[in-house]
């Protein structure tokens, strides 16, 4: 069924006196192109943006099996999606049909537009949100990624791209008719799987991240010999800094280890977020922020895993784990904290094949109408035991502890008690994991009377807490007895300490270094106190910049 008022907002006409200023903000010249003449097709990096002024472009997917047309579009109509904007590959090809003319614009020049034409701004920008929701919607092919549901590798590669909000299609080795045809077809035999592929065309063999971020055109090269301000993290506080950050000039770096968003980005509904009464995804809120720090100038290659900091002539040098190194005049630390391992036999062995640490539709496909297990007493818990209960047939939501109240916002424990499939295990740890080359059982005591009972089932999602990501700091970063960063006027007297002035709230013990979000000594591990801090860090930013 069509979605017209989505339809509607993806494919907006600009009335003669909106295109005359388009172009007036634009300086965009007019050309000419003949029919069948291809303007770009999916792949190209930097594509250009156009509006149509007379004649017809036809939008094409050829990710599937046959080229599909996926929109005509006519005069005061234009091109585009976010790409253009983040700076990835285009997903579909563009075709002149009939004599076409139409505007020409390069994607730095769009920048331009959007941030001095507020009004078509807002257009434009609704339209790329829209179409790329469509595209999600619509049984869009995209990349194919064909392995075995019990690889690791298969589970790395759709955990990649699910979490950068790649369109792309997953082929189980084990249960979908069309592998084995395909497989033939690219000449690939099970054993060498997971493979990529992108229409008729094997692209990539078992790539890593960071070889699949350089075909998807998300990794760029690292540049500017020193960043005005560079943030090692790209959950809530670092989208936050991102957006401040660049779009008051200042020249921003984010540098993200796996994807944007962090731990917020793979809550399937976050209901507590201010102004969203209807409550949205983690990966809806990363989204738009991305999009609002690419609109602004902001850079955000992935992965840029960060593996030491140094410092040269007082500013800081972050080196990276593929070897290069970024300098900063001022840097912020918003690497969050990642969930701990469960502490039960077999649990590493069965990471990606049958344990997980989130519970979004790609975890969900693996195990629908199953009897799940759901580990911890938190929020993201209680988040995931939710979601997790419309897609498995019974949710066990297993708890230290006996009440759910503890640590859980009381409308997620008003929810589960009234979710007929759920149900808590209170005073219950898991203690050993058993299996195949996936997960089939867990062992389960009750602490309380020593019973142990085994559960079948393929999957257990872990979120009993987390641990910073700080090991990549050197001393001169002081962090409490847990890791987290210490920041403020606490820190004066810290013998890493050289300036005469009190360190601002959120600066560390080294002078010019911010630390914001879960990552921060004392922080409320909530979205919207990491986004409040992540923009606050920016105007200690400016004050810092103005000593220098």
């Not at 993806?10 to 009335?15: Q, R, S």
Request: one cysteine or more; proline letters at 5%; hydrophobic letters at 40%.
């Amino acid at each position: 069924m069509i979605d017209h008022e989505l339809h509607s907002a993806a494919f907006p006409k600009l009335d003669a006196g909106q295109i005359a200023k388009l172009g007036a903000c634009a300086g965009a010249v007019l050309q000419r192109h003949a029919d069948g003449q291809k303007l770009f097709e999916a792949g190209d990096r930097d594509f250009k943006f156009f509006v149509i002024k007379s004649g017809e472009i036809e939008i094409i997917d050829e990710s599937g099996e046959a080229p599909e047309t996926v929109v005509v579009l006519g005069p005061g109509e234009f091109t585009g999606d976010v790409a253009h904007l983040t700076g990835r590959r285009a997903v579909v090809s563009a075709v002149a049909r009939g004599v076409c003319e139409a505007y020409e614009i390069s994607n730095a020049t769009l920048r331009d537009i959007l941030g001095q034409c507020p009004d078509l701004s807002d257009i434009i920008l609704r339209a790329f949100i829209a179409r790329r929701e469509l595209l999600r919607t619509s049984g869009f092919t995209g990349m194919r990624v064909i392995g075995s549901r019990y690889s690791q590798d298969t589970f790395r590669m759709r955990d990649f791209l699910a979490k950068n909000r790649i369109l792309f299609t997953w082929l189980d080795l084990e249960a979908d008719p069309q592998v084995g045809e395909l497989l033939q077809r690219f000449g690939v035999t099970p054993e060498e799987t997971p493979v990529v592929a992108w229409g008729s065309k094997l692209f990539l063999r078992n790539p890593s991240n960071a070889e699949l971020a350089e075909a998807l055109g998300i990794s760029e090269p690292l540049d500017h010999p020193v960043y005005d301000l560079v943030v090692v993290g790209g959950g809530p506080a670092g989208l936050a800094a991102a957006v401040y950050g660049a779009s008051e000039g200042l020249d921003t770096l984010v540098l993200e280890r796996v994807a944007p968003g962090g731990q917020a980005g793979r809550s399937m509904r976050i209901e507590n977020y201010l102004g969203f009464p209807m409550g949205l995804t983690g990966a809806e809120l990363a989204d738009r922020a991305v999009l609002q720090a690419n609109k602004f100038g902001a850079r955000l290659p992935v992965p840029t895993p960060v593996a030491g900091l140094t410092f040269v002539n007082s500013y800081p040098v972050l080196q990276l784990e593929d070897g290069q190194s970024v300098t900063a005049k001022c840097l912020l630390i918003a690497t969050g904290a990642e969930y701990r391992r469960l502490p039960a036999e077999g649990c590493e062995r069965y990471e990606g094949r049958g344990v997980y640490y989130a519970a979004t539709p790609n975890e969900a496909s693996l195990c629908r109408g199953a009897e799940v297990v759901v580990v911890g007493g938190g929020n993201s818990a209680g988040q995931a035991a939710v979601f997790m209960s419309g897609q498995a047939r019974k949710v066990n939501l297993v708890i230290r502890g006996d009440d759910l109240n503890k640590n859980m916002s009381s409308y997620l424990v008003h929810r589960i008690e009234r979710t007929p499939n759920i149900e808590v295990l209170r005073n219950t740890t898991v203690e050993t994991m058993a299996g195949g080359d996936h997960l089939a059982s867990i062992e389960l005591l009750d602490r309380k009377t020593g019973t142990r009972r085994t559960l079948e089932t393929p999957a257990v999602f872990s979120f009993i807490g987390a641990t910073p990501r700080t090991e990549w700091l050197p001393p001169e970063i002081e962090t409490d007895a847990k890791g987290f960063v210490l920041t403020g006027a606490a820190l004066a007297s810290s013998p890493h300490w050289t300036a005469k002035r009190q360190p601002f709230l959120l600066e560390t013990s080294r002078r010019g270094v911010f630390a914001a979000g879960d990552v921060r000594a004392e922080s409320v591990k909530r979205v919207a106190s990491a986004v409040g801090e992540g923009s606050m860090a920016v105007q200690f930013v400016h004050e810092f910049l103005k000593e220098m």
